[in-house]
């Protein structure tokens, strides 16, 4: 199994960024996918999860109203659209992947089967 982000970088207070990832090796339909964040000092967090076998989400208080997760159509891909990003929003960003468990608790628990390489998001002036 092999999950690729990509899409960090460097955005001001306020602005908006797409985060990608890939994922091979296995057959989408039957997992849950999830971004988690890790930034130095604090925990792990899961943002936003999406069961792509009945399309449930789930995001973090911090995500939720400006965060999106969606699975792009017809690919074995992940986006997580990110608007309105604050400088708490700054942390490494991973893709993950789980099985057998719900969007849901997959966030909650902020823990997952395969991880991707994970890229760096910046909010700052």
């Known amino acids: 199994v092999h999950l690729v982000e990509s899409g960090g970088g460097l955005v001001q207070p306020g602005g908006s960024l797409r985060l990608s990832c890939a994922v091979s090796g296995l057959t989408m339909d039957y997992y849950s996918i999830g971004w988690f964040r890790q930034a130095p000092g604090k925990e792990r967090e899961g943002v936003a999860c999406?069961?792509?076998?009945?399309?449930?989400?789930r995001y973090s208080e911090s995500a939720k109203g400006r965060f999106t997760i969606s699975r792009v159509n017809g690919e074995n891909a992940v986006d997580l659209q990110m608007n309105s990003l604050k400088p708490e929003d700054t942390a490494v960003y991973y893709c993950?992947?789980?099985?057998?468990?719900?969007?849901?608790?997959?966030?909650?628990?902020?823990?997952?089967?395969?991880w991707g390489q994970g890229t760096q998001v910046t909010v700052s002036s």
């Open positions: 999406l069961s792509l076998g009945d399309g449930d989400t």
């Open positions: 993950v992947v789980s099985s057998y468990v719900t969007a849901q608790a997959m966030c909650v628990l902020a823990t997952g089967d395969h």
